[in-house]
């Protein structure tokens, strides 16, 4: 049962953030009532703590997997991000922290969470060009720490802008390849 209600609570969430998450809707989605979901969620902040918690737990190795798989191979692991993006990659979807971030209610506890997460990224994305610059794969001129908040910057931008899209296919078509044409600078 708790894992399910975790599931239609990361549904919620992803849906329309934090403030769409609801005891109400879950509870009549699984036949039952909110005193049995509060039994295993003390309120809406705790099952929103544990559905960030198991979407961060995830993405990062997800991002650990991409990372571990491309070892020695920035364009490679470059492309796979790039893909990583787009429905039918395999991947969690990586936007829903984004509307947790965004969102004016947010708890505290969530907003360090999303943070944390995103900081682990950033972190990971340095550890990245650094391995790149050092196998030569890229300019040994770059400056690691900007360029990852550079790319870390272009992926929040195409994760927020293919919001924006009236369809994935479009906001693929648009904005699939940034990060690759990115990388390509770096040469």
């Known amino acids: 049962m708790r894992d399910t209600i975790i599931q239609l609570a990361e549904q919620q969430l992803m849906s329309g953030g934090y403030g769409k998450l609801n005891f109400a809707t879950i509870a009549k989605e699984l036949n039952t009532t909110r005193a049995n979901l509060h039994?295993?969620?003390k309120n809406k902040e705790s099952?929103?703590?544990?559905?960030t918690?198991?979407?961060g737990a995830r993405n990062i190795a997800e991002f650990s997997y991409l990372k571990d798989t491309f070892k020695g191979n920035f364009f490679g692991f470059i492309g796979a991000m790039d893909n990583s993006f787009w429905p039918g990659s395999g991947f969690d979807d990586p936007k829903a922290c984004i509307m947790?971030?965004?969102?004016p209610d947010l708890p505290a506890p969530l907003v360090k969470l999303t943070?944390?997460?995103?900081q682990k990224v950033g972190g990971m994305i340095t550890e990245i060009i650094r391995e790149a610059i050092n196998n030569s794969e890229?300019?040994?001129d770059i400056d690691a720490n900007r360029e990852a908040i550079r790319c870390h910057a272009l992926m929040m931008g195409i994760m927020t802008s293919s919001q924006h899209y009236p369809s994935v296919e479009l906001a693929k078509t648009q904005l699939g390849?940034?990060?690759?044409?990115w990388a390509n600078?770096?040469?």
């Not at 943070?115 to 995103?118: D, G, I, S, W």
């Open 185 to 187: 600078s770096l040469k």
């Open 47 to 51: 099952l929103a703590i544990e559905v």
């Open 138 to 140: 890229i300019r040994e």
């Open 177 to 181: 390849g940034l990060m690759i044409e």
């Open 53 to 55: 918690t198991q979407y």
């Open 39 to 41: 039994y295993h969620f």
């Open 100 to 103: 947790l971030a965004t969102d």
């Open 115 to 118: 943070q944390e997460l995103y």
